[in-house]
């Protein structure tokens, strides 16, 4: 019964079996002559065009994934961030399925969606990109970019053209909007809505695409390994690490 | 300042005349006249087909969107089972641009996006749908259908064919999927791997699709209102309301 209530039990499993079968990775002469057909990666499906799901890779630049994430925060903030910063080029270079999608449907992920302080909206803009890519394979990436975000001192991103100055960087300890982003309020001495708040989410949503683009990158590569543990088989439930903070 | 560092300031404003405008909801006539020209909304721009956003919604039966969500919930958890349950029939009444999403995509929002324990994944589910159907709009729309899971006792749904019996319902008091679920196992006295708990989060799944559902349709005739308040107005930052779970 196990393997039909969570995803995690055979995912290393399946992971090393999807990644062997791995052919969505499609490089400059392939995705020349598959735009050619005029979508990339579609087929016809009785009357209807259906694009083949994961949707083709090419490798992307990381710093130009941050730098789109960065002033993209200031148009639709985090979450449409992330995702264009990631996305967007791969609606010029790839086209369709991608530039079928509007990635401004995700602005609602903005505050840990719709500013109830849950999942970084920076973090779901990632797996939202990086699901349509990867596909199931995916879920490993965005387990370690979680891991990662609740790890890392940010924001780390220095832009070319910065809006503002900030002081400070703070590690979360969790991936929740709330936490994230009020500890490092706290440590700035700043509000909610102020300037520098808002570059430092930006900024951090420059370095949540730049990480997001470079694993996807060793994934494109075959080079990529899962680093962080999956949350429900270690704690028998879904959760953060940061038990205390909560239950102490 | 405060308008580019949070969509909230102006977002009833903004919704009341986004309103006046809201012309995506098309009728049975109107549908059928679209979708003779093979893609329903959809624009050629320049070489590619662009489909217009927000999305044609066509109203939806809540009760049948309930049922694929139980059903889906077993094949690929919460976010897919919610995210599948609204735009599965819109795949099949309106077709392109709906047809071209792979909703698969949307399942790493299980267990509140890959088991980290944030956003419980039926509200994703939901808030990605929606917001695919309404655009800006639709952040009231998720920001009600989110407040009322936190004051619901789940799960309500009764499945026509259930997998298994279930005792007990609770109130989550938050979006988070750690405490939704983990106070709902506390009463029913379960683990997180087992049957009854994959059964309360299918009929949970249900639940939200319905009322995402039921939402959509008022909004489809014009007579959605607005219930909750914005979080990160009401508390000057992004959050839930539950503050003494974890403050006190």
């Avoid at 990631?86 to 602005?107: H, N, R």
């Avoid at 909206?121 to 990086?130: D, E, H, N, Y």
């Avoid at 075959?222 to 949350?231: F, P, S, T, V």
Wanted: aromatic fraction near 10%.
């Amino acid at each position: 019964m196990s393997d039909i209530i969570h995803p995690s039990d055979n995912r290393n499993i399946s992971r090393k079996e999807l990644f062997s079968g791995a052919g969505q990775m499609i490089g400059g002469a392939a995705l020349a002559s598959i735009a050619g057909l005029g979508l990339a990666g579609c087929t016809k499906k009785g009357k209807e065009t259906v694009a083949k799901y994961p949707w083709p890779y090419v490798k992307l630049d990381p710093q130009k994934s941050g730098e789109i994430a960065y002033e993209n925060w200031y148009k639709k903030f985090c979450c449409y961030a992330v995702a264009s910063g990631i996305l967007q080029p791969l609606q010029e270079k790839v086209g369709e399925p991608y530039s079928v999608l509007p990635i401004e449907a995700f602005k609602f992920g903005h505050g840990g969606t719709v500013g109830w302080g849950t999942l970084c909206g920076s973090l779901l803009g990632a797996s939202i990109a990086v699901s349509l890519i990867a596909g199931e394979e995916g879920e490993d990436i965005i387990n370690d970019v979680i891991g990662w975000y609740t790890e890392t001192e940010f924001p780390l991103f220095k832009p070319t053209a910065p809006k503002t100055e900030i002081k400070n960087i703070s590690v979360s300890g969790s991936p929740l909007c709330h936490v994230s982003v009020g500890r490092w309020m706290k440590k700035e001495g700043v509000d909610f809505f102020s300037e520098g708040r808002a570059e430092r989410c930006a900024r951090l949503s420059a370095d949540v695409a730049v990480h997001a683009v470079t694993l996807l990158n060793l994934w494109a590569d075959r080079k990529y390994e899962a680093e962080y543990d999956d949350q429900p088989m270690k704690y028998q439930m879904p959760t953060q690490n940061n038990c205390d903070d909560c239950h102490a």
